[in-house]
């Protein structure tokens, strides 16, 4: 027979189940602007029937239902959304940090303006023509010297300007791999929480989104492959856990590193640890490795915004050379202005000073010893002090009207870098005049800045597609949740009359029935 209070114990747990996920609902809604936070859901089932199968069970019909109990609180989350975003918040990071470094390095650059070089250039080839037309001209002189201390005052400024946009870069790879270090080391202590908690059965939803926060800011910072791992003894948890993450650094086109490089490690027994960020330089202040944990890694084929300053700062690959952007760009400068003043000097050495019966033995540009040439490149302070020092003359004494060695300055404007001026250099690199090689480095620059912005670009659109997907999964909607409310409320409404109707049914036995015995 059934127990005449079975009907209480039901309409007990309706109450109690119905305020559970109305506390949820109530904590959805506080939580409507928590970065981070995933809606929570109920997850309801029916408790098992009456009675159950054995020798003493009563007989009766059938089973009867004995209410309804709350299973589990459930974050809703898409974990395919989460790494697609993960993939476009990489190359957010490092299209971002790219394109950032280049378009500093066109501020520096400046061009085309009419203070930068390639317009300090034609002022210095045409100051050289108006001296083919009056060699004997003292202000035609003073002219070419002072445009010369343009250009090298300009080549100066770009090298000095470059370095020091450089070290600006080099101290965020430090910054970055220090906040690296952080990310990684929060997300550990969050898997000893999580791993304290799931065993028992629980499921620490304000764990998980705060873990996968910290995610999402290291996805940026470099390439990550996510792994669930539930340990072995768990038990009947891993039904309900969402486990521990064991973080992987993947390679640029999305495979592991040979031996694989975890910066968060988890295997079946629970945590291994962390592997901290480290980056070493050469002599020179290159990069010339990033070591994680007791791994060093030499091949910076990884992504995120890390790569992107360190292929912006420059590097040493595997056979010695030196890559990055502003290497490049710096190399370029050097090689360029070196060749150039080679050339000029050694054209200049062979005219003929005004009144001078000997080819002149002065260098018109000169360059320190020991340092780039972009960096020390000036002109000869003898002819910034004595313009008739400049050698325009083709003949003894600098006659009247002699111009032949300046017609030959003037035309270097349109001729090739010859094998004497790129002596030392990359001849293979130099090809061209001074102008069309320089218009080829400012024209790359301009393409690999618009490039990145166009990548960038891309990138923010789709993470802002996927993330919007993400949110509208993941994220509390205020209507659904007053509409959830509702239902809750009218539920525990009806509970509630359920349980006054059993106790009114119970009063009518117990005192309504009359006396025995009268």
């Given at each position: 027979m059934i127990s005449s209070f079975m009907g209480l114990e039901t309409a007990k747990r309706g109450l109690s189940t119905s305020q559970g996920a109305l506390y949820t609902t109530g904590n959805n809604v506080a939580n409507a602007n928590t970065l981070g936070y995933s809606r929570q859901r109920v997850n309801l089932v029916q408790t098992s029937g009456f009675p159950t199968v054995g020798l003493n069970s009563p007989r009766v019909a059938g089973q009867i239902g004995t209410g309804v109990a709350a299973e589990t609180v459930q974050r809703i989350r898409d974990s395919f959304l989460d790494a697609q975003y993960r993939t476009q918040s990489n190359k957010i990071g490092y299209y971002g940090a790219m394109s950032e470094s280049l378009t500093k390095m066109e501020g520096v650059m400046n061009e085309p303006t009419d203070s930068g070089l390639a317009a300090t250039m034609e002022k210095f080839w045409n100051s050289l023509q108006g001296l083919t037309a009056n060699a004997e001209n003292s202000g035609a002189r003073e002219v070419v010297a002072s445009t010369g201390v343009m250009v090298a005052d300009t080549l100066n400024y770009y090298y000095n300007s470059l370095t020091n946009v450089q070290t600006d870069i080099g101290n965020q790879i430090n910054v970055k791999a220090n906040e690296i270090n952080t990310l990684i080391s929060s997300i550990d202590q969050l898997n000893q929480q999580i791993s304290k908690v799931e065993p028992h059965g629980y499921i620490p939803n304000d764990l998980y989104d705060k873990r996968d926060v910290l995610v999402d800011n290291l996805s940026q910072l470099v390439s990550i492959k996510v792994n669930n791992v539930i340990p072995a003894d768990y038990g009947r948890a891993s039904d309900v856990a969402t486990g521990l993450y064991n973080i992987e650094l993947m390679q640029e086109d999305g495979s592991s590193f040979v031996p694989p490089i975890n910066l968060v490690s988890v295997n079946q027994t629970g945590m291994v640890g962390t592997s901290k960020v480290e980056v070493s330089h050469d002599k020179t202040g290159m990069v010339d490795g990033l070591k994680f944990g007791s791994k060093?890694?030499?091949?910076?084929?990884?992504?995120?915004?890390?790569?992107?300053?360190?292929?912006?700062?420059?590097?040493?690959?595997?056979?010695?050379?030196?890559?990055?952007?502003?290497?490049?760009?710096?190399k370029k400068l050097d090689n360029m202005t070196a060749a150039f003043v080679n050339e000029f000097n050694a054209i200049h050495k062979q005219g003929y000073a005004l009144g001078d019966d000997n080819t002149s033995t002065l260098n018109f540009f000169e360059l320190e010893p020991g340092k780039s040439a972009a960096q020390s490149i000036k002109v000869n302070g003898e002819i910034i002090k004595d313009p008739t020092k400049i050698a325009a003359g083709g003949k003894s004494g600098g006659a009247s009207g002699d111009n032949e060695n300046a017609k030959l300055l003037a035309d270097l404007k349109k001729k090739a870098f010859s094998e004497y001026s790129t002596k030392g250099q990359n001849s293979d690199e130099l090809t061209g005049s001074f102008d069309t090689y320089y218009s080829g480095i400012i024209g790359k620059l301009g393409v690999d800045s618009q490039s990145a912005q166009k990548n960038l670009s891309n990138s923010v659109v789709l993470a802002a597609s996927v993330n919007q997907n993400r949110e509208s999964v993941s994220s509390v909607s205020l209507d659904e949740e007053m509409t959830d409310m509702i239902k809750f409320q009218q539920a525990y409404n009806a509970s509630a009359r359920m349980m006054t109707m059993m106790d009114e049914m119970l009063d009518k036995i117990i005192n309504g029935m009359g006396t025995v015995g009268r």
């Open positions: 060093t890694l030499t091949d910076y084929n990884f992504s995120g915004e890390l790569s992107g300053l360190i292929n912006s700062f420059g590097y040493k690959k595997a056979d010695g050379t030196i890559g990055g952007a502003y290497p490049d760009m710096l």
